[in-house]
């Protein structure tokens, strides 16, 4: 059974419909990722997962539950953590006070305090700064905090919204590495929805094109690699 399973939706603000008929599956275990131009509807497809903006249409499963129509905070519950888009982070909390944050519906101190090391683990910079202000940290510093927070909820699935937005080459090479190494290590199912759609196929496994709301290709992350109409489009080769 899937993890994740979103079966035809339809999704409008108002009269303009964002998303037509889309399907996406995520199996346990897999880095899948959902690329496209901007304005295609990536953040709708987000946003209509954690039920921030209902569908109009379609269902959406988790673990073979049906969580369309479930309040957003139900489906956190349940185990979809996000990183929006933008990260934000707690600005005035320290590192560790915004790692605590992610972990706020959980109540095993041990397990927290466990998870924490592996978070500090994962990124030995936060490491170093766990007593600094979120806020002042660098913005790839900040990318990391908030997917470490997310981990911390010790979710089904991570939902990571444009994590290379707004970073250097390496800094995003560095990020995407540790996407990777959250998935392999922690075994963390992951739905990576992504502009820069180079790097995001280097480390997914399977992949869906998204244009104007409708989904065009869908294949292996290793075949729209060497896809010639996503190299042309999306890769710009
Ligand atoms: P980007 O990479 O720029 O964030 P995206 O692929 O995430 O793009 P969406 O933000 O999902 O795209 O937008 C999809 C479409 O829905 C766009 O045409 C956008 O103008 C429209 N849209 C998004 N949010 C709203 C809103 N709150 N009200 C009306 N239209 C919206």
Do not use: W
């Not at 073979?64 to 934000?88: C, L």
């Not at 990576?192 to 399977?206: R, T």
């Amino acid at each position: 059974m899937a993890v994740m399973e979103i079966k035809n939706i339809s999704t409008f603000y108002g009269n303009i419909q964002a998303l037509h008929d889309i399907s996406i599956s995520v199996e346990e275990g897999e880095i899948v990722t959902l690329i496209g131009a901007n304005g295609a509807g990536k953040t709708t497809t987000l946003m209509s997962i954690c039920g921030i903006t209902p569908v109009r249409s379609g269902e959406i499963y988790l673990d073979g539950k049906n969580i369309t129509k479930i309040s957003p905070h139900k489906i956190v519950e349940m185990g979809v953590s996000q990183v929006p888009e933008g990260r934000r982070i707690f600005p005035q909390l320290t590192v560790a006070e915004n790692l605590d944050m992610g972990a706020f519906l959980r109540n095993d101190k041990d397990g927290i305090k466990q998870d924490m090391e592996e978070v500090f683990f994962l990124f030995p910079r936060l490491a170093e700064r766990r007593n600094q202000a979120g806020g002042t940290l660098s913005g790839g510093e900040q990318q990391m905090l908030a997917i470490s927070r997310a981990l911390m909820a010790r979710p089904r699935i991570l939902l990571l919204d444009e994590p290379s937005l707004g970073l250097a080459p390496l800094i995003v090479q560095h990020i995407f590495e540790i996407i990777k190494k959250i998935n392999e290590e922690r075994k963390t199912t992951i739905f990576l929805v992504e502009q820069n759609a180079n790097m995001a196929l280097k480390i997914a496994h399977k992949g869906y094109v998204l244009q104007n709301g409708s989904i065009k290709i869908t294949d292996t992350a290793e075949n729209l690699l060497s896809n010639e109409e996503v190299r042309k489009a999306y890769l710009g080769l």
